[in-house]
């Protein structure tokens, strides 16, 4: 007996993405490859890798790449500087140390045909007003687009029109999943989706709450109209700090080591509670 098609779906969430590569550990660990990757925005960045490599190795790479002064740099601006960029245009942070990291992860010439495994990224098209999915093509171009955060990051042009991040259009992308003919699979989110929303108290919260209704009524609607032998697992964190909801926890590397070794324990454990253990040996 064969198992069936397997697909990670890494979602969006910024710096809370560390918490994948503890996910991503967990499931490699558990026995379990993708036979295809989906992600959205910083899930695009964690998809792309794992395309690149779908094995543990894989995970001691990310570790790497997150705890590095590169990933740092992404948005390490000083408050002067990106004070003067905004002034002057309509973002925060330049996109060329995302770039610079992405190329030297992935090739300055890489293409989705390079990956081992089938990638699809979400990024969302200004000009049509609608979500747009990438499978093939230059690969850096795709993922910068898919994770161009509005507001902290420029808008990525490609073929004459413009994107920016998936996450406005499809955070958690379950559905291209189930399009791609995946019957098992295993969402790595963030962490909000896990949290109960309350009512904005402060200037900040209210974009912030409205995006989050946004995001879960998506995924609501996309986990209630699933396919019949469709198994979906949603991992689980292990947990989230309180400065993570503050306006500059897009900012903040320093709980990366505990996010990845949080999800890590969590995605274990629902793993070996909640899944029949992979038969490595019958999958390709």
């Known amino acids: 007996m064969v198992d069936p098609p397997v697909a ?11 918490v994948e590569v503890g996910m991503l550990r967990a499931l ?20 792309a890798l794992v395309a690149a490599d779908p094995s543990e190795a894989v995970t001691n790479r990310l570790v790497r790449l997150w705890t590095s002064p590169e990933a740092a740099a992404v948005y390490g601006d000083s408050l002067g500087r990106q004070m003067r960029r905004f ?36 990024a969302a098209n200004i000009e049509r007003a609608a979500e747009h999915w990438f499978d093939s093509g230059p690969l850096v171009d795709a993922v910068l687009a898919s994770s161009a955060v509005p507001g902290l990051l420029p808008p990525q042009e490609i073929g004459g029109r413009h994107y920016i991040d998936g996450g406005i259009v499809n955070s958690i ?25 309350t009512v904005p108290r402060r200037p ?45 926890a ?13 999800a890590y324990t969590a995605s274990r454990r629902y793993l070996a509670a ?7 040996g019958e999958r390709g």
């Not at 490859?33 to 959205?40: A, E, H, L």
């Open 204 to 248: 900040w919260e209210v974009a912030q709450v409205a995006f989050e209704v946004a995001r879960r009524h998506r995924f609501a609607r996309d986990m209630a109209s699933l396919p019949g032998g469709v198994r979906v697992h949603v991992l689980p964190t292990g947990g989230s700090e309180r400065r993570d909801d503050t306006p500059w």
């Open 274 to 280: 909640n899944v029949t253990p992979a038969r490595t």
């Open 28 to 47: 490699f660990r558990a026995g379990y490859r993708p036979d295809v990757v989906v992600g959205t925005s910083i899930g695009a960045v964690n998809g």
């Open 250 to 262: 897009y900012r903040d590397m320093g709980a990366v080591g505990r996010r990845i070794s949080r």
């Open 87 to 122: 002034a002057a245009r309509t973002h925060l942070h330049s996109p060329r140390p995302l770039r610079r990291l992405l190329e030297s992860e992935l090739g300055t010439e890489a293409t989705f045909a390079d990956l081992k495994i089938p990638f699809h990224c979400c």
């Open 173 to 197: 992308p379950i559905g291209e999943a189930v399009r791609l003919g995946a019957q098992l699979i295993f969402v790595l989110q963030v962490g909000r989706i896990e949290r109960p929303l």
């Open 8 to 18: 990670f779906v890494l979602g969006g969430g910024g710096v809370l993405g560390a």
